[in-house]
């Protein structure tokens, strides 16, 4: 069989895209055929995304896409955790609420008051987040909406339903949910039941791969489809995508899937659940063919964009290039903070926080935004060091390369340093793996390409990467991560 056209939807929490791959046996190629903006609004009673704009964005790309020549398939990507709600009817109850409203830490109280920590922990293997969609169930059941909800979807799944009418929910992003038995690899009807959620409200759980129906004869239409076009279930979790395309050849790889978040850890075979994972608060999400995602959310990308917000708001962001470039002159480890801090989490001024944690830590100010970002790319660094050493301690693994995947591998001094902080060689790219995961899953689905390996292997054959050695004083990292946990 020869090469077809697919279709992949990734939307991330700033942007979404709608990008063409062309796939087949020895060829993975990406065409983006649409890019919209992902901006959040923010009403009296909450942070919401505008799904209708991403919806909108969406159509739009796929017919973009069409124009190109025939789409085998379609596949939808997006960030974990947010769901929208269906009633009786089949209709969107409300805006979803975005992951970074503030209205989560009363839901997360709640959930913890009936089942504790351990036990969630011991059934879902899910890092604590104060935005995982079961702590965002507990403070919306106190709403009056929550009377109507029948049918819960998560973001890739409800905008699959509104291009095939079909119900159901991704397996790998349900795995973030905190309602999912990690073990069993089902929903876990134990903490629906003891939580006191219907059990009706969990549709049916989809592998990556597997159909998800055929465009509604409006959509066709509109976009210029066959009626046919079908929609492919893919690792609709973007961190699962991304790691699917991660272009390792052999074992003892780490991950670094890096963009507004930086998903740093392992590929396992089976989940580690125990007392000390827990402590350390690592998660286990679901990968393609029931592989676990053994990683820990670090703040990523999100702390430069945010300053970038605020110096762009006040008319002082020199853009991107000339940010880097002061950045590579500023003082080395002039500044540590820890991207863990919770207080990073909410958008608004982040080098005002940046600030208050410098001056919180005995630290000095930056005086210049190249110094910022010169303490973000080092801190995350850092964080990125802590993270795959523990996640390799507590896996019994031994770890010989780094591959970091995402928007964030085209920093070369994130790359650098990344590979000096952790000693270990690093290869930066694919930048598109998310999509490119979402897209070799589709191809998979038609037989044209085979297993994870020979995934993975497509990718490192076709796609642009750099190889970055460690260089530079250990010792000094050394002492740099001894400032991190003090940050
Ligand atoms: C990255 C991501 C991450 C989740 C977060 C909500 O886009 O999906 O894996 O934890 O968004």
């Known amino acids: 069989r020869s090469d077809a056209a697919f279709a992949a939807v990734d939307l991330g929490a700033t942007s979404g895209r709608v990008i063409t791959g062309l796939a087949g046996p020895g060829r993975l190629e990406l065409t983006e055929a649409h890019r919209f903006a992902n901006t959040p609004v923010r009403l009296p009673d909450g942070l919401r995304w505008d799904v209708l704009a991403l919806y909108q964005g969406m159509l739009e790309g796929l017919r973009t896409a069409a124009r190109g020549g025939p789409i085998a398939s379609i596949g939808i990507d997006t960030w974990a955790v947010d769901y929208g709600l269906l009633d009786a009817d089949g209709a969107l109850i409300g ?3 975005h992951y970074r409203d503030g209205r989560n830490g009363r839901g997360a109280e709640q959930v913890l008051a009936v089942c504790g920590a351990q036990e969630l922990y011991a059934v879902s293997g899910l890092q604590h987040l104060p935005f995982n969609t079961v702590f965002q169930l507990a403070a919306h059941r106190a709403s009056a909406q929550w009377g109507a909800a029948r049918t819960l979807l998560l973001i890739p799944d409800l905008l699959t339903h509104w291009l095939t009418g079909v119900v159901g929910v991704e397996i790998t992003n349900a795995s973030t949910t905190g309602l999912f038995d990690a073990s069993a690899g089902g929903w876990s009807d134990a903490l629906i039941g003891r939580l006191g959620l219907e059990r009706s409200l969990f549709p049916p759980l989809r592998e990556p791969g597997d159909p998800a129906g055929t465009l509604l004869p409006h959509v066709a239409e509109y976009m210029g489809l066959p009626a046919a076009t079908p929609v492919t279930a893919v690792a609709s979790h973007d961190t699962a995508s991304a790691v699917a395309a991660v272009p390792a050849t052999g074992p003892g790889f780490a991950y670094v899937s ?32 029931g592989t676990v995602r053994y990683l820990r959310n670090i703040m990523g990308m999100w702390l430069l964009e945010e300053c970038r917000r605020t110096w762009g708001r006040r008319g002082e962001d020199p853009g991107l290039a000339a940010l880097l470039a002061e950045a590579a002159r500023a003082r080395p480890f002039a500044a540590v903070i820890d991207p863990d801090d919770g207080v990073f989490l909410s958008p608004g001024d982040m ?39 523990e996640a390799a301690g507590l896996a ?63 990718v490192a054959r076709t796609q642009e990467l750099r190889h970055y050695t460690p260089q530079g004083d250990q010792q000094a990292w050394d002492r740099a991560a001894a400032r991190l946990e003090q940050a």
């Open 351 to 389: 080098p005002s926080r940046i600030d208050a944690c410098l001056v919180e830590t005995g630290q000095v100010a930056p005086d210049s935004p190249g110094g910022y970002v010169r303490c973000v790319l080092e801190s995350l660094a850092l964080a990125h060091r802590r993270t795959l050493r």
């Open 95 to 97: 805006l979803p609420f």
């Open 258 to 289: 890096c963009g507004t978040w930086s998903l740093a850890g392992l590929e396992l075979p089976a989940p580690v659940l125990t007392e000390e994972s827990r402590a350390a608060n690592f998660t286990n999400e679901r990968g393609v063919d």
């Open 396 to 458: 019994g693994r031994e770890l010989n390369r780094i591959h970091l995947v995402g928007g964030g591998s085209r920093n070369e001094l994130l790359c650098q340093w990344t590979a000096d902080a952790t000693g270990l060689p690093l290869t930066a790219g694919p930048a598109e793996a998310t999509a490119l995961g979402n897209i070799l899953v589709q191809a998979r689905a038609r037989g044209l390409v085979g297993d994870l390996m020979d995934m993975r292997q497509l």
